[in-house]
Every structure is written in structure tokens, then in C-alpha cells.
């Protein structure tokens, strides 16, 4: 294993991470201010990649996908928002959880309806194909780049949208106290609709984004939306700078596990089974870092103490 | 009061009695396909029982079950495979071998799904509310990815058993015997979960789901109540996953799928949480409502997720509540 | 002088800069009511937590039948012999009374792991629950569910869960909150008797009941004792007046 491919994966295993931020951000915002678990989430992130693949195949515009993906996946958002979800925020975690799976039922079957079973495929947008070389001699895929680029960017523009905005102070306000802000007279079902519908274009830019990465495909989101949840309980529920810290560690030591520990293995142990004990023990890998984390914080590394 | 409650007791009789009904029926007229339908329903009903335990009498949301009920399907599996095969599981330290005899595989799949929940439980158990729920459905995803990724019993594709395994004096393969031994083992899973529920231990599980500050306050430590139920809960959905994997002679990773926690949850607020037939009934209620939805449409999941949305947004409590007339609300 | 059987020496329990609890010693002694009193804000509520085990004081020790309890966490506190009321009545809304107190039984008798057996019908559970349940003015109302319970009710079911815990001490969290005159007439003459079971460390606002029942107080102010001695005493001391009575100046 040589240095220049640590670094490419090191880089891959950054742009998962960036995409589960985007994901867990929205799921994070959602639990802090409204106190939802919402499972429908990866939901929103299919409608994101279907929209994107849809609308790019139609017109032939990467970005006027990307710009559709947003779209969409913030009015299924706020359209779930009103119908469904702000009937659930005075009830228990049990009918979050059914409602909220229910949903993903609907979801899937629906655009399985609409798209048929076959995966959709989208090329990488002409302007963001191909390498370019960083220091070090590393050739590295362009778009992948640019994906990191995308998530650190909104990553930071969130974190000051939270921190210095109006609207931001009444998120914060909201996870506080939930009482106080709807005293102060702020409109809070418009609030919670908003923030709904911000976590489910955030999420559906994920899907879009990854669209040209790996096919687009019904039931594409739960397994990214529990990768999420792992991320949060590293992360501290609540917590947008948790959320962040625990994507880079999933998405890291998911990546560099998988490409390295069947090779770490093999150094004591025969090729067949190193690659055997090393990929099922990558494939567990984030979970045991979960299980560690929560030995040593129950409430995450940015949660709050009980 | 008298009344209600010997109404609902009428209410339970049938819901248990349905399925040998249905059963009977089925046997008269030769409809072997109900026949296997209501051992489906038993199966599951017994896997949802079981993680009602946790959730109606404990109050642990666990999202995470379908690893139990995988568990004890791949123990089947595995045992079973290795009976085929003649081919010792292991020879060091000491040998084991397969078996065909169901009630070893339960033995078997009750203690390892128990040692599974010991083992999530002593995690997942620090946590309380959302950390809960998502704890136990990223436990239940490890044990996933681990079944699809473990190259030794079929991966992703899964495991054949090709031959259902026996019963001592009975003829597994027909479809009756093993539905009688299905049901047989649902009536008595039913009865252990009335007697745990009505014992100081079920008094003391109700209390810690209900005020573990006040559980604390008479000297009962809460974890230690809610890790015996989570334990004992994992134990039964796990006994339920090694006759699934009979009634297929088939176990893949879709057994420990996010999907399956969820359907096993489903099942329960269907029929009403924290009420004893409850998951029986609402297991029979899917699996009819996936069968008549799936002969009209293949999109039935569609219209599934839409019932299951008007259940829990308008109709709390459950069929078995609807059923006994009493508008009651779990909680 | 006797033993105490309850004491701190000189525990301290900060939150930031806010020293709640400073250097508080405190004692109880058999067949005594020890009260607790002081405005809210005094640090009454940190130093109970720290008795009942919620929270662990940042200096000093927390003494109990002898030894050292620091340590030692809400449950095992229960189960040496501590038992609490709560300020905000603390019961299993959806048990019956009875049921509630069988629970306390069950606790107290260090027997929880029995799956079989109906706890409906175990007498174990069942007599002495129904004893004490009388024993709190409730014997009538042992089939209600608590939650259908009056809050003078709901008072004295809290007291009869405690007395199901035969504890060495009582901690008693202002039991007369929120209850009318009457009610706390009823209260007082049952706590009045309950001394001679156990001693009782009684966290108060209702003065007159305080002034009835307490052979000890002590006064708490801004997480310090200001004053401490008999009823009498206590009365008559000008800074308690003044700090805490609101006179003089």
C-alpha cells in the first residue's frame, strides 16, 4: 500500500464524509428543533438523485438537475412537513417511527411506480470530468473534488447561518426552548416547516450529488440514512459542528477500513482469509468506533451531558 | 369494568383461535398455500410478541430486532447446512456438529440471539429515547453488513437448508404438522409473556417504562429490569427466526434488514402495543393486507405505507382496542 | 450525645461559578424530625439530591448508618435504608394505589427477578403493601389508579411507598406542596407519628407544620447554613428573621 493511495482514499473517504453531513445536518436540525427522528429522511434523498437524473436527462443540464434536486426534495419536504410530520410532534418516538417508516413505504413504492425498477444513470457533468493532479503527484477524480468543496462550503454556511442569522437565532432558540421562541411571537409552524424543508434540500442535494457516482436507485436512501444516525450518536444529537466531526469520522474510517484492513491482515494471516476477517471486519468498523464513542460519551463527542 | 374485560378476553380467544380456524378450513378444502400463510402469520407473530416485550411492557422502541430474528434464522441455517454437509461446524477445542432436530436449533438460537441482546443491550441500554431507537437500528445494520460480507454461509445470496428439519413423531415436511408445531410454540410463547408480564419482574418492567425515577426511588435498579426484558425479548424473536428459516428453508441477510425491525414494530401497533394478542393479530392483519393488496397491485407496499400512516396518525391503540371497544392509548 | 445515623460534613457541590451547596454539615438523629428550611434558590434541592444519590458532592461526605455513601447510587441508597418523597409527587400514574406500594414491597424485599408467579397473588407483596397503604389514610382507595388520585392523595401515597421501604431514614422533599389547609392537617399528624419509626429529614415551606412538627431546624441561605438549633431558637434568631422571614433592616 503506498502513500499515494492512503492519500486517494483518505480524499474518497472525505467526500463520503461530506455527503453524510449533508444528510446528517437536516437530521440533527430536525431532532435539535422539533424533536423528530425522522426515518424518511433517505427518502428525501432519492427524490434528490431521481430529480436530479430525471431532470438532467431531460434537458441535458447537470446543474439545472442539481437546481432540480433541490426543488424537489424541499417542496416533498415541506408538503410531508404539513401533511404528515407536524401531526407528530407531540407524540411519542414509537408513532415518529411508524409514521415516519410509513412514509418511506410511500416513498419508495411511489417512485418505484413512477420510475419502474430499473436504475437510472447519470454522467458526470462535462465541465467537472476528469483528473487533475494535487501535490504529490496524486491524480484525482475532479468531481469528487468538487464534492468536497460543495460540502465544506455548505458545512461553513451553515454553521454562520446558525450562528449569525435571525432565522438562525430562532433555530437556536427553538432547540433551547421550545416554549420561549412561540412566546417571543415567533410564527413556529412556519419555522418548523422551514427547517423541514432546509434538512430535506440539504438531503437532496446529497442524493443528487451522488447521483453521478453510483446508479440511482429506490431504497438508495435508508442505508446512507442509518449511516446518519451513526454519525449523530458520534456526533451528539443536536449538534451541527457534532454532526460534522462525526461524518469525517464515519466516512473516514469507513473508507480507509475498507481499503486497508484486508491489507493489514494479510501481513500475519493467508490472502484468503485476511480478505475474509478484513472485510467483515471493515464492514463493522464504524459501528465498533459508535460503540467506543458511547462507552466513553453516552450523549456524543458534542452532546449535551444528561 | 367486568364487562370490558370479559369482552376483551373474547376478543383475545379469537384472535388466537383464527388461526387453527383458518387452518381447519384450509385442511377441508386442500388450500395448502393458507396453510402456510397462517404458519407465516404464527412465526411472525411469535417474533413480534417477542419484541413486545421491550416495547409495549418496557417501553424500549428497539429498531433493531430483525437482528434477533436473523440470528436465530442463521443458526437454523447454519446448524442445518452443516447436517446436510456432515461437516463438524468446528473440531477445536471441542467438536460440534449440525443437527436436523428442530427443538436443539431452538435451544441453540434462543441462547445466541440471548447472548446477542446481552451484548447490543449493555450498549444500546446506556441510551434512552432517539439514542435508543437509532442505536438499536445501527447494531442491527452491523450484524447486516457482517451477514453480507462474512463470505463463509452464502453472503448476499443466502443460505439453502434445501430439507426442513425435524420434530421427534412428526412429519415436519407436510405443511399441517409444522403449522400445529408453529402454533403450539406461539400459544406457549404467549403464556411465558402473560406469566412474565403479571410477575414482580413484569411489575417492576411496567414501572421502569413508566417512571424509572421513581423505579430508582424503592431501590430497583431500571437498567438491570429493562436488560433481563431486552434480553428475554431478543431470546424469543430469535426462537421465532430459526422456524422462519424453516418455514422457507432459506435464511439471507433480509431477515436482519432495517425493514424487517420495522415490519416487527408495525406488527404491534397494528394490533396495540402492550397488549398480549396484540401482535398476533396485527401480524395476521399484514400479512392478509400484503396478500389481498398483492393480488390487486404490485404496488402494494404503496398502499400499505397510506394504511399504516391513517393507523397511527388517527386510530391509536390498535385492532385488539378497536376490537374490545375500549379506546385506549399505549404510552 | 447519640449517634447520628445521617450526616454530611462539609459537603460542597458547585454548578460553574455558582456554589449551590457550601460546606453544609448537617445530622439526624433517631426519633427525631430534623427540618430543612430556607427561601427557594437557598440550595435545599442540591443538598437533598446529594443525600438521595442523584448527585455526588464535589468535597465533603455524605454518612449513613456509619459509613461513608458517597459512593453509593440512587438504588443501593434506597435499598440501605433512604427513603424519598418527592416535591412533585413521583408515582406509577397507570398502577393502582395498592399496586404502587407493592412495588415499594417488591423493592424493599430485594426480589424482582421472579417471573412466574403472579405478583397480583403473592402475598408477599400484597399484605404488607395493603398495611401500609392503610397506615397513609389510603386503605379505602387501594383500587383507584393513581392517577385518578386527589393531590393530597397522591401526598400520601408517596408516604405510604416510603414506609412499604421500612427505611432507616425518611427524606421528605416538601411534602405539604401544594396541598390545602386540611390536607396538610392529615399530613402533619401522620408525619407527627411516623418519627417514632424512623427520623425524618424534612425539606419544608409550609412553616406552621415545620414549627409543629420539627425538634431540629436548620436554616439554608444562598447554599450556606445561617442558623441552626431548636423551634424556639430558630424563631428567635434576627438573622433568620431577617434573611429569611423577611423582617428587621
Same mark, same amino acid.
Given at each position: 500500500?503506498?502513500?499515494?493511495?492512503?492519500?486517494e482514499?483518505?480524499l474518497? $473517504?472525505?467526500?463520503?464524509?461530506?455527503?453524510l453531513f449533508?444528510?446528517?445536518?437536516g437530521?440533527?436540525?430536525?431532532?435539535?428543533?422539533?424533536?423528530?427522528?425522522?426515518?424518511?429522511?433517505?427518502?428525501l434523498?432519492?427524490?434528490?438523485?431521481?430529480?436530479?437524473?430525471? +431532470?438532467?436527462?431531460?434537458t441535458?443540464?447537470?446543474?439545472?438537475g442539481?437546481?432540480?434536486?433541490?426543488?424537489?426534495?424541499?417542496?416533498?419536504?415541506?408538503?410531508?412537513?404539513?401533511?404528515?410530520?407536524r401531526?407528530?410532534?407531540?407524540?411519542?418516538?414509537?408513532?415518529q417511527?411508524?409514521?415516519?417508516?410509513?412514509?418511506?413505504l410511500?416513498?419508495?413504492?411511489g417512485?418505484?411506480?413512477?420510475?419502474?425498477?430499473?436504475?437510472?444513470y447519470?454522467?458526470?457533468?462535462?465541465?467537472?470530468?476528469?483528473?487533475?493532479?494535487?501535490?504529490?503527484?496524486?491524480?484525482?477524480?475532479?468531481?469528487?473534488?468538487?464534492i468536497?468543496g460543495?460540502?465544506?462550503?455548505?458545512?461553513a454556511?451553515?454553521?454562520?447561518f446558525?450562528?449569525?442569522?435571525?432565522?438562525g437565532?430562532?433555530?437556536?432558540?427553538?432547540?433551547?426552548?421550545?416554549?420561549?421562541?412561540?412566546a417571543?411571537?415567533?410564527n413556529?409552524?412556519?419555522?418548523y416547516?422551514?427547517v423541514?424543508?432546509?434538512?430535506?434540500?440539504?438531503?437532496?442535494?446529497?442524493?443528487?450529488?451522488?447521483?453521478?457516482?453510483?446508479?440511482v436507485?429506490v431504497?438508495?436512501?435508508?442505508?446512507?440514512?442509518?449511516l446518519?444516525?451513526?454519525v449523530?450518536i458520534?456526533?451528539?444529537?443536536?449538534?451541527i459542528?457534532?454532526?460534522?466531526?462525526?461524518?469525517?469520522i464515519?466516512?473516514l474510517s469507513?473508507?480507509?477500513?475498507?481499503?486497508?484492513?484486508?491489507?493489514?491482515?494479510?501481513?500475519?494471516?493467508?490472502?484468503?482469509?485476511?480478505?475474509?476477517?478484513?472485510?467483515?471486519?471493515?464492514?463493522?468498523?464504524?459501528?465498533? +468506533?459508535?460503540?467506543?464513542v458511547l462507552?466513553?460519551?453516552p450523549?456524543?463527542?458534542? $452532546?449535551?451531558?444528561? | 369494568?367486568?364487562?370490558k374485560?370479559?369482552?376483551?378476553?373474547?376478543v383475545?380467544?379469537?384472535?388466537?383461535?383464527?388461526?387453527?380456524?383458518?387452518?381447519?378450513?384450509?385442511? %377441508?378444502t386442500?388450500?395448502?398455500?393458507?396453510?402456510?400463510? %397462517?404458519?407465516?402469520? %404464527?412465526?411472525?407473530?411469535?417474533?413480534a410478541?417477542?419484541?413486545?416485550?421491550?416495547?409495549?411492557n418496557?417501553g424500549?422502541?428497539?429498531?433493531g430486532?430483525?437482528?434477533?430474528?436473523?440470528?436465530?434464522? #442463521?443458526?437454523?441455517?447454519?446448524?442445518?447446512?452443516?447436517?446436510?454437509?456432515?461437516?463438524?461446524l468446528m473440531?477445536?477445542?471441542?467438536?460440534?456438529?449440525g443437527?436436523?432436530?428442530?427443538?436443539?436449533?431452538w435451544?441453540?438460537?434462543?441462547?445466541?440471539?440471548a447472548?446477542?441482546?446481552?451484548?447490543?443491550?449493555?450498549?444500546?441500554?446506556?441510551?434512552?429515547g432517539v439514542y435508543?431507537?437509532?442505536?438499536?437500528?445501527a447494531?442491527? !445494520?452491523?450484524?447486516?453488513?457482517?451477514?453480507?460480507?462474512?463470505?463463509?454461509y452464502?453472503g448476499?445470496?443466502?443460505?439453502?437448508? #434445501?430439507v426442513?428439519?425435524?420434530?421427534p413423531?412428526?412429519?415436519?415436511?407436510?405443511?399441517?404438522?409444522?403449522?400445529?408445531?408453529?402454533?403450539?410454540?406461539l400459544? @406457549?410463547?404467549?403464556? @411465558?409473556?402473560?406469566?412474565?408480564?403479571?410477575?414482580?419482574?413484569?411489575?417492576?418492567?411496567a414501572?421502569?417504562?413508566?417512571n424509572g425515577?421513581?423505579?430508582?426511588?424503592?431501590?430497583?435498579?431500571?437498567?438491570?429490569?429493562?436488560?433481563?426484558a431486552?434480553?428475554?425479548?431478543?431470546?424469543i424473536? *430469535?426462537?421465532?427466526?430459526? @422456524? #422462519?428459516?424453516d418455514?422457507?428453508?432459506?435464511?439471507?441477510?433480509?431477515?436482519l434488514s432495517? !425493514?424487517?425491525?420495522?415490519?416487527?414494530?408495525?406488527?404491534?401497533i397494528l394490533?396495540?402495543?402492550?397488549?398480549?394478542?396484540?401482535?398476533?393479530? *396485527?401480524?395476521?392483519?399484514?400479512?392478509?393486507?400484503?396478500?389481498t393488496? *398483492?393480488g390487486?397491485?404490485?404496488?402494494? !407496499?404503496f398502499?400499505?405505507?397510506?394504511?399504516?400512516?391513517?393507523?397511527?396518525?388517527?386510530?391509536?391503540?390498535?385492532?385488539i382496542?378497536f376490537?374490545?371497544?375500549?379506546?385506549?392509548?399505549?404510552? | 450525645?447519640?449517634?447520628?445515623?445521617?450526616?454530611?460534613?462539609?459537603?460542597?457541590?458547585r454548578?460553574?461559578a455558582l456554589t449551590?451547596?457550601?460546606?453544609?454539615?448537617?445530622?439526624?438523629?433517631?426519633?427525631?424530625?430534623?427540618?430543612?428550611i430556607?427561601?427557594?434558590?437557598?440550595?435545599?434541592?442540591?443538598?437533598?439530591? &446529594?443525600?438521595t444519590g442523584?448527585?455526588?458532592?464535589?468535597e465533603?461526605?455524605?454518612?449513613?448508618?456509619?459509613?461513608?455513601?458517597?459512593?453509593?447510587?440512587v438504588?443501593?441508597?434506597?435499598?440501605?435504608?433512604l427513603?424519598?418523597t418527592?416535591?412533585?409527587?413521583?408515582l406509577?400514574?397507570d398502577?393502582?394505589?395498592?399496586?404502587?406500594v407493592?412495588?415499594?414491597? &417488591?423493592?424493599?424485599?430485594?426480589?424482582?427477578?421472579?417471573f412466574?408467579?403472579?405478583?397480583?397473588?403473592?402475598?408477599a407483596?400484597?399484605e404488607p403493601a395493603m398495611?401500609?397503604?392503610?397506615?397513609?389514610?389510603?386503605?379505602?382507595?387501594?383500587?383507584?389508579?393513581?392517577?385518578?388520585l386527589?393531590h393530597?392523595e397522591?401526598?400520601q401515597?408517596?408516604?405510604? /411507598?416510603?414506609?412499604a421501604?421500612?427505611?432507616?431514614?425518611f427524606?421528605m422533599?416538601?411534602? /405539604?406542596?401544594g396541598i390545602?389547609?386540611?390536607?396538610s392537617?392529615?399530613?402533619?399528624?401522620?408525619?407527627?407519628?411516623?418519627?417514632? &419509626?424512623a427520623?425524618?429529614?424534612?425539606?419544608?415551606?409550609?412553616m406552621?407544620?415545620?414549627?409543629?412538627?420539627?425538634?431540629?431546624?436548620?436554616?439554608?441561605?444562598?447554599?450556606?447554613?445561617?442558623a441552626?438549633?431548636?423551634v424556639?431558637?430558630?424563631?428567635s434568631?434576627? &438573622?433568620?428573621?431577617?434573611?429569611?422571614?423577611?423582617e428587621?433592616a
Amino acid at each position: 500500500m503506498t502513500w499515494t493511495l492512503i492519500a486517494e482514499q483518505a480524499l474518497n $473517504g472525505l467526500q463520503f464524509g461530506v455527503m453524510l453531513f449533508l444528510m446528517a445536518a437536516g437530521l440533527t436540525l430536525i431532532f435539535g428543533v422539533m424533536g423528530l427522528i425522522n426515518l424518511a429522511h433517505g427518502s428525501l434523498y432519492m427524490v434528490g438523485a431521481f430529480a436530479c437524473a430525471a +431532470v438532467a436527462a431531460a434537458t441535458g443540464s447537470w446543474w439545472l438537475g442539481v437546481a432540480a434536486s433541490l426543488v424537489f426534495a424541499a417542496a416533498a419536504g415541506a408538503v410531508v412537513e404539513l401533511a404528515v410530520i407536524r401531526r407528530l410532534y407531540k407524540r411519542d418516538h414509537l408513532d415518529q417511527v411508524l409514521a415516519t417508516f410509513a412514509l418511506i413505504l410511500v416513498f419508495s413504492e411511489g417512485t418505484r411506480w413512477l420510475f419502474g425498477s430499473f436504475p437510472l444513470y447519470l454522467s458526470v457533468p462535462q465541465g467537472l470530468s476528469g483528473a487533475v493532479t494535487l501535490p504529490g503527484g496524486i491524480q484525482y477524480p475532479l468531481f469528487r473534488l468538487f464534492i468536497i468543496g460543495v460540502g465544506l462550503a455548505l458545512a461553513a454556511g451553515l454553521m454562520i447561518f446558525i450562528a449569525r442569522t435571525r432565522v438562525g437565532a430562532r433555530i437556536r432558540a427553538g432547540q433551547s426552548d421550545r416554549e420561549m421562541i412561540s412566546a417571543l411571537g415567533v410564527n413556529i409552524d412556519r419555522l418548523y416547516t422551514l427547517v423541514f424543508a432546509l434538512g430535506a434540500a440539504l438531503a437532496g442535494l446529497a442524493g443528487a450529488l451522488v447521483a453521478s457516482l453510483q446508479s440511482v436507485q429506490v431504497g438508495m436512501g435508508e442505508p446512507v440514512l442509518i449511516l446518519a444516525f451513526v454519525v449523530i450518536i458520534i456526533g451528539g444529537l443536536g449538534s451541527i459542528p457534532g454532526a460534522f466531526v462525526g461524518a469525517l469520522i464515519v466516512g473516514l474510517s469507513d473508507t480507509l477500513g475498507r481499503s486497508m484492513l484486508p491489507a493489514l491482515f494479510a501481513q500475519f494471516m493467508e490472502p484468503s482469509s485476511a480478505t475474509a476477517v478484513g472485510s467483515s471486519l471493515s464492514s463493522m468498523l464504524i459501528y465498533i +468506533v459508535m460503540a467506543c464513542v458511547l462507552v466513553v460519551r453516552p450523549t456524543g463527542l458534542f $452532546g449535551a451531558k444528561h | 369494568m367486568g364487562f370490558k374485560m370479559s369482552r376483551e378476553r373474547i376478543v383475545d380467544l379469537a384472535v388466537l383461535l383464527m388461526l387453527p380456524a383458518a387452518v381447519l378450513w384450509a385442511s %377441508a378444502t386442500g388450500e395448502t398455500f393458507t396453510i402456510t400463510l %397462517a404458519t407465516r402469520i %404464527a412465526i411472525l407473530a411469535i417474533a413480534a410478541t417477542g419484541l413486545n416485550l421491550a416495547l409495549g411492557n418496557g417501553g424500549l422502541v428497539s429498531f433493531g430486532h430483525a437482528a434477533f430474528f436473523g440470528a436465530g434464522g #442463521y443458526v437454523c441455517g447454519i446448524l442445518a447446512s452443516h447436517a446436510f454437509t456432515s461437516e463438524p461446524l468446528m473440531t477445536v477445542p471441542f467438536l460440534i456438529e449440525g443437527t436436523k432436530s428442530m427443538p436443539v436449533i431452538w435451544l441453540v438460537a434462543i441462547v445466541v440471539s440471548a447472548l446477542l441482546a446481552a451484548l447490543i443491550g449493555l450498549f444500546a441500554l446506556r441510551t434512552a429515547g432517539v439514542y435508543f431507537i437509532m442505536l438499536t437500528l445501527a447494531f442491527a !445494520q452491523m450484524i447486516y453488513y457482517f451477514a453480507i460480507s462474512f463470505p463463509g454461509y452464502g453472503g448476499e445470496d443466502g443460505l439453502p437448508t #434445501y430439507v426442513r428439519n425435524g420434530f421427534p413423531g412428526l412429519n415436519t415436511l407436510v405443511p399441517l404438522p409444522f403449522f400445529i408445531v408453529c402454533f403450539v410454540v406461539l400459544a @406457549l410463547v404467549i403464556w @411465558l409473556v402473560d406469566r412474565f408480564t403479571h410477575s414482580r419482574f413484569g411489575l417492576a418492567l411496567a414501572a421502569a417504562r413508566q417512571n424509572g425515577e421513581r423505579l430508582e426511588a424503592v431501590g430497583i435498579a431500571p437498567f438491570r429490569i429493562r436488560y433481563v426484558a431486552f434480553i428475554l425479548s431478543g431470546a424469543i424473536t *430469535g426462537l421465532a427466526g430459526a @422456524l #422462519y428459516t424453516d418455514l422457507n428453508r432459506f435464511v439471507s441477510p433480509s431477515m436482519l434488514s432495517w !425493514q424487517t425491525s420495522g415490519e416487527l414494530i408495525v406488527f404491534i401497533i397494528l394490533g396495540g402495543t402492550a397488549r398480549l394478542f396484540g401482535p398476533l393479530l *396485527g401480524a395476521a392483519l399484514f400479512v392478509v393486507l400484503e396478500n389481498t393488496l *398483492g393480488g390487486w397491485t404490485e404496488h402494494w !407496499q404503496f398502499f400499505v405505507g397510506l394504511i399504516l400512516l391513517g393507523v397511527v396518525l388517527f386510530a391509536r391503540g390498535g385492532a385488539i382496542a378497536f376490537l374490545s371497544g375500549k379506546a385506549s392509548h399505549h404510552g | 450525645m447519640v449517634e447520628p445515623i445521617l450526616s454530611t460534613a462539609a459537603i460542597t457541590k458547585r454548578f460553574g461559578a455558582l456554589t449551590a451547596c457550601d460546606a453544609v454539615d448537617f445530622d439526624l438523629r433517631a426519633g427525631e424530625i430534623h427540618a430543612l428550611i430556607g427561601p427557594n434558590g437557598a440550595g435545599k434541592s442540591t443538598f437533598i439530591r &446529594q443525600i438521595t444519590g442523584e448527585q455526588v458532592p464535589d468535597e465533603g461526605e455524605v454518612s449513613f448508618d456509619g459509613a461513608n455513601i458517597n459512593a453509593l447510587d440512587v438504588p443501593r441508597r434506597s435499598a440501605a435504608g433512604l427513603a424519598r418523597t418527592f416535591q412533585i409527587s413521583s408515582l406509577i400514574d397507570d398502577f393502582t394505589a395498592l399496586e404502587n406500594v407493592m412495588l415499594a414491597v &417488591q423493592g424493599h424485599s430485594r426480589r424482582s427477578f421472579s417471573f412466574f408467579r403472579r405478583a397480583a397473588n403473592d402475598k408477599a407483596l400484597t399484605e404488607p403493601a395493603m398495611t401500609h397503604l392503610t397506615d397513609a389514610g389510603l386503605g379505602s382507595r387501594a383500587n383507584e389508579k393513581a392517577a385518578s388520585l386527589s393531590h393530597g392523595e397522591r401526598r400520601q401515597l408517596e408516604l405510604g /411507598m416510603a414506609l412499604a421501604l421500612k427505611p432507616k431514614v425518611f427524606l421528605m422533599d416538601e411534602p /405539604m406542596a401544594g396541598i390545602g389547609p386540611g390536607g396538610s392537617v392529615v399530613l402533619t399528624s401522620i408525619l407527627d407519628g411516623l418519627r417514632a &419509626q424512623a427520623p425524618i429529614l424534612l425539606v419544608e415551606h409550609d412553616m406552621d407544620a415545620v414549627f409543629a412538627l420539627a425538634d431540629r431546624v436548620t436554616v439554608l441561605v444562598g447554599g450556606k447554613v445561617i442558623a441552626h438549633g431548636s423551634v424556639d431558637d430558630i424563631r428567635s434568631d434576627p &438573622q433568620v428573621r431577617e434573611a429569611y422571614l423577611g423582617e428587621g433592616a
